[in-house]
């Protein structure tokens, strides 16, 4: 089995988690985590419109069901809450997505906003965490970030 890894800002993984995820990725503009096992790409984050240290959004693509280690939820978090000095993450999604709202709000999301009709079989679900409620900062790293 190979060595696990994570890793940001790699071009080649955000086209991939963006083809997974059905979002859009600019490198110019986004920023991304990856989660390896070697040179493969499991799955990750893209980070989009940040906005000066208050907010941003976050967009999860895997190709793999157990591409997240205690790790990469730490990194996943402590990328926009430490080192972007974000307020509040956002994630957006179909309602009809039930096992992602699941994974979602079992993460610590919450859900602070509903449109209707945002998606062409269902609602646009705004979801929210604030740092102060994120409890993935405090898990201990096995090596140094």
């Given amino acids: ?32 985590c990856a989660s390896l096992r070697g040179t493969e790409v499991l799955g990750g984050m893209i980070y989009k419109d940040f906005q000066d240290g208050h907010c ?8 793999h069901p157990n591409f997240c280690t205690k790790e990469f939820l730490w990194s996943i978090f402590y990328y ?8 509040v993450v956002f994630g957006t999604l179909p309602s009809y997505n039930l096992h992602a709202l699941k994974v979602d709000l079992k ?24 740092k102060d409620e994120c ?11």
């Fill in 1 to 32: 089995m190979s060595h696990r890894s994570v890793v940001f800002d790699d071009i080649d993984a955000g086209f991939k988690i963006a083809e997974w995820s059905d979002v859009n990725y600019d490198p110019l503009h986004d920023s991304v």
């Fill in 107 to 130: 993460l610590g999301f919450k859900e602070v906003a509903r449109v209707p009709n945002g998606f062409a079989n269902g609602d646009l679900v705004v979801l929210a965490m604030y």
């Fill in 80 to 87: 926009p809450f430490v080192l972007r000095r974000c307020k």
């Fill in 135 to 145: 409890r993935y900062l405090d898990i201990a790293m096995r090596r140094k970030f």
């Fill in 56 to 63: 941003c959004t976050m967009h999860v693509g895997s190709s």
